[in-house]
């Protein structure tokens, strides 16, 4: 679990545990990429050549500063997921590549290497390792932020996130609102 989660009921527990084995359904939207963990990936760069310094350096003030804040769990880096070695010619990635980021359901981020994708190394590799370092630092709080799960139907359901709790109503008892996958989120989701 991450480490401000709450999950109501054994099912939504099995649940929950079940969506975070297998990482393959959210790496499915990339066909065209080799998705690896962080720490690989990093290790991989510094073989060929890259200072990681840069990386190391930030993970560490980022660390520090969100201590301060509260949040003393980092996501850990087996936890995300960093693609690269495109076959698809011209594919560029970077923070805002389409399709990725932190997922609470499986509690995984993905990523994918700054720059052209077609090498299993950044062309930059200053400005890749400050990329993933800014996705990471974002997806952590994604990670830290407070969340109750609770079971409608067999799925797990978000009912807090962050302070929020949601609401159908203005009943003080905090309702779920269920929407499909990828659908963009409502008023009070």
Known sequence: ???????????????????????????????????????????????????????????????????????????????????????????????????????????????TMYGPMEGNTPEDADQALLDLLRAYAHDCLHYGSRRRYIDVAGTPTRTQYGINFRRLTDSPTPQPIRREAGTPATSGS
């Open 1 to 111: 679990m991450a480490p401000n989660e709450t999950v109501l009921g054994e099912r939504t527990a099995a649940t929950l545990a079940a969506l975070r084995t297998d990482p393959s359904v959210l790496t499915a939207a990339h066909p065209d990429h080799v998705f690896r963990p962080a720490a690989g990936r990093l290790r991989q760069w510094q073989e060929a050549g890259a200072d990681t310094a840069v990386f190391h350096s930030g993970l560490y003030a980022a660390r520090c500063r969100y201590a301060e804040l509260g949040l003393t769990q980092m996501l850990p880096l087996d936890r995300v997921l960093v693609g690269a070695e495109s076959s698809r010619p011209g594919a560029f990635g970077g923070f805002h590549h389409p399709n990725q980021g932190y997922r609470h359901l499986q509690m995984v981020a993905v990523v």
